[in-house]
């Protein structure tokens, strides 16, 4: 008799529906009897009141069709309630009839912009929100929505500002809608909008933005526009830089700028859309770079292509392309570069730089494709989500079933805490697959204040 349920529709006030088994069914309300007629196995009973007067019966042969049975319903001129849905417990109701909807907005300006607010099929009552707030004003507007919302749950709108992107809100009038601002599960929400940011090519951030809180509280809308924060600039800008490489299409860039993304706090809804692409772009191979496949790593990266240029003697070149290059200064005031023979072997053994390096390739084609990809004339090895601290590297290593390799790497952390009294915060394993390969000048990053390009997302901790 359920499945007989969701065919039918009953027009009555609160019912309650029972099976019934040779005539004699409950009503569901204690302490009460009452006399219903039944035919076949389901019944619904009116709990308005006691006895005959608040009760309908619904008689049918057992193998009527859903047509014949739903011309035996009795009419009445009520919201009409879903059988299945009694069935089950449900008690919410989705409305038939036209609801108003009455929206307050109330908007104060710290700077001067065009606001407007557009309700599906609705209007404003009277004049609205002027064309254009000044700065230091302030104005008020209702708007009526005439008609529910499909499925007649809620009603939508958007706030439009000049310069900023439209922000979606809805307006519940029954317990299966919803009440937000900007996404769904908010009731405040701030927008933000900036000049345009040259990130690709490295140009100075907007020195200004602008900001807008929107609150929203029943069915009470309120807008105040101030200048943003540095902080919110600072994740307008980054937003901006988001977009335009899940644009582009570019796995490298869409990573790198996710990255950032986070650490400046770009909200959640965001976020979620670039994961979205980053999964499509990984579905689609672009996550392995050319050069960086398991098969062109086994094939290049063999210890017998090394060569020794051991006992040969030491040159200094001048960089012959720019004579203001930083390579052809003697010295750089606070910075030390030093590099020492035999290191690896010091540390962990005689032998042992080729064993750690064919313990590092033997990780890298045990891990998952896309943690080798390339950077600056060369490859990096590093965490799935190209983070280089110590920890996410081990881990990397250690899920790969590469034990060894994170032994011999936390032994020479170790042995670099111990040596240069340190805390080691990152490490980054470089593969130069041919000659050719180079590291390109850059600083070191010492802090989240530096940056090695558009795409670096490198935020250690402050270093030295």
């Known amino acids: 008799w359920e499945a007989m349920a969701l065919a039918l529709q009953v027009q009555a006030a609160p019912l309650t529906l029972a099976p019934t088994?040779?005539?004699q069914a409950k009503s569901g309300m204690q302490g009460r009897r009452s006399r219903s007629f039944v035919s076949g196995d389901l019944r619904y009973q009116a709990q308005g009141g006691g006895g005959s007067s608040g009760s309908r019966a619904l008689a049918y042969p057992r193998k009527s069709s859903a047509a014949a049975l739903a011309a035996q319903l009795p009419t009445a001129p009520r919201p009409s309630a879903a059988a299945a849905a009694l069935v089950l417990g449900?008690?919410?109701?989705?409305?038939?009839?036209?609801?108003?909807?009455?929206?307050?907005?109330?908007?104060s300006a710290s700077f001067g912009a065009g606001v407007s607010v557009i309700v599906a099929d609705g209007q404003a009552q009277g004049p609205g929100l002027p064309e254009f707030c000044p700065a230091g004003s302030s104005a008020s507007a209702v708007y009526v929505a005439l008609s529910p919302g499909h499925p007649g749950n809620q009603t939508e709108g958007r706030l439009v500002i000049d310069r900023f992107d439209p922000v979606p809100f809805a307006?519940?009038?029954?317990?299966?809608?919803?009440?937000?601002?900007?996404?769904?599960?908010?009731?405040r929400y701030t927008s933000l909008c900036a000049e345009r940011w040259d990130w690709r090519n490295g140009a100075e951030k907007p020195s200004s933005g602008k900001a807008a809180d929107l609150e929203l509280t029943g069915a009470i809308l309120s807008v105040q526009l101030r200048d943003a924060t540095p902080a919110e600039l600072k994740r307008c800008c980054q937003l901006q830089a988001l977009r335009d490489a899940q644009e582009s299409g570019d796995y490298d860039t869409l990573i790198a700028q996710l990255a950032k993304a986070r650490q400046v706090?770009?909200?959640?809804?965001?976020?979620?859309?670039?994961?979205?692409?980053?999964?499509?772009?990984?579905?689609?191979?672009?996550?392995?770079?050319?050069?960086?496949?398991?098969?062109?790593?086994?094939?290049?990266?063999?210890?017998?292509?090394?060569?020794?240029r051991v006992g040969s003697k030491d040159m200094e070149e001048a960089c012959a392309t720019n004579a203001e290059c930083p390579c052809n200064e003697r010295e750089n005031p606070g910075e030390v570069l030093s590099i020492a023979p035999g290191a690896v072997d010091g540390c962990l053994g005689p032998g042992s730089d080729r064993e750690l390096f064919e313990a590092l390739i033997e990780a890298a084609l045990a891990a998952e494709e896309g943690t080798v990809w390339p950077a600056g004339g060369k490859l990096i090895f590093s965490a799935f989500d190209r983070n280089q601290s110590v920890t996410a590297l081990c881990r990397t290593l250690e899920s790969a079933g590469q034990q060894r390799c994170a032994r011999m790497l936390l032994e020479l952390v170790k042995t670099s805490e111990t040596l240069y009294g340190g805390l080691v915060t990152a490490v980054q394993v470089n593969f130069h697959t041919h000659g050719g390969s180079f590291?390109?000048?850059?600083?070191?990053?010492?802090?989240?204040?530096?940056?090695?390009?558009?795409?670096?997302?490198?935020?250690?901790?402050e270093c030295v």
């Open 439 to 461: 590291h390109d000048q850059h600083r070191d990053i010492y802090s989240a204040k530096q940056r090695a390009g558009p795409n670096c997302a490198c935020s250690f901790r």
């Open 90 to 107: 449900s008690t919410s109701q989705a409305p038939t009839t036209p609801v108003l909807v009455r929206l307050n907005v109330t908007c």
């Open 171 to 187: 307006v519940a009038h029954t317990k299966q809608g919803s009440t937000f601002v900007g996404s769904l599960g908010r009731w």
């Open 265 to 308: 706090g770009v909200d959640l809804e965001h976020l979620e859309k670039a994961e979205e692409r980053l999964k499509a772009l990984r579905k689609l191979g672009r996550h392995v770079a050319e050069g960086c496949s398991k098969d062109e790593l086994r094939s290049q990266m063999s210890w017998s292509l090394v060569t020794s």
């Open 21 to 23: 088994f040779g005539g």
